[in-house]
């Protein structure tokens, strides 16, 4: 008798910064992470390089990932004031 699979997974995505804004992808995450300048597949459906640089995570977020990315977590889009 085996235990049910119940594995936690809230969101199948994570955000990366890349080329001037922050997008999300559901590319698997290697050990150690993505290395600077690796390309990675977007949400968005661009193929972009990885930056791990402080400022990176300050850009604005990819209109096109953001809204991917809150239909995969079914969790509605705010609209913006
Ligand atoms: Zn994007």
Known sequence: MGMPQTSYRPHPFRWVPA???RHATTD???????SDGEAVT????ESVEVDNSVE?????TCADCNAEAHRMA????????
């Open 19 to 21: 080329e001037g804004q």
């Open 28 to 34: 698997r995450l290697a050990a150690g992470g993505w």
């Open 42 to 45: 977007m949400l968005c459906g």
């Open 56 to 60: 990176a995570w300050l850009w604005e």
């Open 74 to 81: 079914r969790v509605p889009m705010v609209a913006a004031p």
